[in-house]
């Protein structure tokens, strides 16, 4: 892949694939978090500094049938324009004779920031012609997309191929780095964290792992599974029955490879799924009817932590309980500070993107880590040694 700092972008129009899928209240409609935003600024600034004009592309949300007003990027602008420090020119759809002629316009410094590309079905169907029109509009393309970089989309892989100069963004370039580091060159010993509610989500990134770490200590609700898988009694805790022998499996694995394998050994339990359930801690061979395990408890804290405290690489991806409701985000913070911790006494810590990048910012660590990865599949992915196609297609 070519650099983005080696071209020439004077006078050009460079589009880019950004990642602004960001949460929006849904009343207001406000960001509630401009993570993805800020974590895109020094690519778009440096493509401005260097005297070019800039297109923006990104989706929003999963909207089902076309265009849905609480999908539309409008919504994003003024807090875009107010990070970039100049106004932002907003283009209402991403097909027309009109936004062409917008593109065409467009004069060196200047921004536009196209409609959502997912009210086009052929976005996701990676349509060639969708993608051929999306290139006319500029000479050079640039994707700073990492958490789409799985996905073989006509914005994310197949405009490429229309583009002669094409270039990784510093943020994509960053998470592939640090995946990297942890992948091809993580310091021992190495301790991956894996939580998260089911087992066949994660099945190929352990059997990676299992070749790789140390140790690997399991939470959330795929735990029960492997707890299940040994004869314990779960009660109404989360399992995936058809996943059994693969738990067993993965634990006959971690023991031939010399892994530390380390599943929860209590649990907080509820009699239901709310915030206001009644609670108890109690040992994981023996849950009852009628309780489920929503949260690590405080011995199998205490083993996890002890186990990071001694590790130079650590990844984490994935909650130990269901950390949302603050009764059972004891487990799952405490990890996080766990990894707070590891880092300042010089570990790198990786954190996966989505529901273990909002755990680590909602015990208020992120800038305590090493890095918080913007991707959750599209890192997952990388990590299972899988090619993305959003990395590919600008090789």
Known sequence: MNLLTTANLTGKTVIVRVDFNVPLHKETLAITDDARIREALPTLKYILEQGAALILMSHLG?????????????????????????????????????????????????VLLLENLRFYPEEEKGDVTFAKTLASYADVYVNDAFGTAHRAHASTAVIAQFMQEKYPGFLMMRELENADKVMKSAEKPFVAIMGGAKVSDKILIIEQMLNNVDALIIGGGMSYTFLKAQGYAIGNSLCEDDKLDLALSLIQKAKAAGVNLLIPVDSIVANAFAADAQTRIVNN??????????????????????????AKTILWNGPMGVF?????????????????????????????????????????????VSYVSTGGGALLEYMEGKVLPGVAALA
């Open 285 to 310: 061979q023996t849950i009852e009817a009628g309780w489920m395990g929503l949260d690590i408890g405080p011995e199998s804290v205490r083993n996890a932590t002890d186990i990071i405290r001694t």
């Open 62 to 110: 999963r909207p089902k049938a076309g265009p849905e007003e609480k999908f539309s990027l409008k919504h994003i602008l003024s807090h875009l324009s107010l990070s970039l420090n100049t106004p932002v020119a907003f283009a209402t759809d991403c097909m027309s004779a009109e936004t062409a002629d917008a593109c065409k316009q467009l004069k060196s410094g200047e």
């Open 324 to 368: 949302e409701m603050e009764a059972f985000s004891k487990g799952t913070f405490a990890i996080a500070q766990a990894l707070a911790d590891a880092t300042q006494q010089g570990a790198f810590t990786l954190i996966g993107g989505g529901d273990s990048a909002a755990a680590i910012a909602k015990a208020g660590l992120t800038d305590m």
